[in-house]
């Protein structure tokens, strides 16, 4: 999943990218709502996280633009302005959930994981190909009922792949959705991980490359 932090407050924004990135949730910022059009138009985000009152763009503004987009990410708006009337209002305007300030890291990252979930309504919220099984709540990998132990990025790139249904998905498509702005589109990290996460899967090898395509899972 990749998610962008609208957010104008420097210490929470970096706390927030920085918690999600340990959860195999690749995350950037943006400090005003300027910034964050030009970065939806940029990137392909599953999830913005929306603080209401922010500079330049108004937070309800970037909002009704991202509900206008039929295939845009969706919208958590996360602000201070938690009453009824105003979690109400933000729902009007387009957005797909709303949690105030302050907030537990466990629920926002519950919300997110929810949001990205309605986007694929053919998948369960548990994920599993063959013998492998992979828990997006719990941050869990098991193979044969045997715990796998992945670093965030080997769960991000498992956790795209799973969610592909057996499809291939590219390199680039991974690095996108796994890997922060400020990724090399010519690293071999995409390469590196996949060969990472082939041996510590195991035998037999459920991780296929497709040449010149991409990378497909299946049992």
Known sequence: MRVLIVEDEAFLAEAIRARLELDAIAADVARDGD??????????????????????????????????????????????????????????????????????????????????????????????????????????????????????????????LMRAGGGVVSAETLLEKAWDENANPFTQSVKVTISTLRRKLGEPAIITTVAGIGYAIGA
């Open 35 to 160: 910034a964050a059009l030009v970065a939806v138009a940029t990137n392909d985000y599953d999830v913005v996280v929306l603080d209401r009152d922010i500079p330049g763009v108004h937070g309800d503004d970037v909002c009704r633009r991202l509900a206008q987009e039929p295939a845009g990410p969706a919208v958590l708006m996360l602000t201070a302005a938690a009453h009824l009337d105003d979690r109400v209002a933000g729902l009007e305007l387009g957005a797909d959930d709303y949690l105030g300030k302050p907030f537990e890291f466990a629920e926002l990252l519950a919300r997110l994981r929810a949001l990205h979930r309605r986007q694929f309504t053919a998948l369960p919220p548990v994920l599993q190909v063959g013998d492998l099984r992979l828990d997006p709540f719990r941050h869990e990998v098991t193979r044969a009922g045997r715990p796998v132990s992945l670093t965030p990025k080997e769960f991000a790139v498992l956790e795209q």
